[in-house]
């Protein structure tokens, strides 16, 4: 079956940087696009970015847009979320999904598979 999994949450302090990586098996990842999104306690869960199938467009929210960097890596099958210059409210459970077409977009009703999520805590 179709599984991504998140790795690289944890705790910080503002400022500093994380780099988080999804892995997902099951599904020929280099046909799809792949997306990360977020959720903070008592929140809906939002988009932060996007990247197409193979790497060639991205999409960012504005809150993150100039500090998150998304990329992938089809030979691992890994998407990535670099993130620096964090900020307290970047505090969130972050989620990796796929995409049910090549070409990324913000809508989350698009995004077939979900990872578990990797918790991320930005303390001032």
């Known amino acids: 079956q179709v599984q991504y999994v998140e790795s690289g949450g944890g705790l910080v302090q503002a400022g500093d940087s994380l780099r988080l990586s999804c892995v997902a098996s099951?599904?020929?990842?280099?046909?799809?696009?792949m997306g990360w999104f977020r959720q903070a306690p008592g929140k809906a869960r939002e988009f932060v970015a996007a990247i197409s199938w193979n790497g060639g467009w991205t999409y960012y929210a504005d809150s993150v847009k100039g500090r998150f960097t998304i990329s992938r890596d089809n030979t691992k099958n890994t998407v990535y979320l670099q993130m620096n210059s964090l900020k307290r409210e970047d505090t969130a459970v972050y989620y990796c999904a796929g995409h049910n077409r090549p070409v990324y977009s913000i809508n989350i009703h698009q995004y077939d598979y979900w990872g578990q999520g990797t918790q991320v805590t930005v303390s001032s």
């Open positions: 099951g599904r020929t990842f280099s046909s799809y696009a």
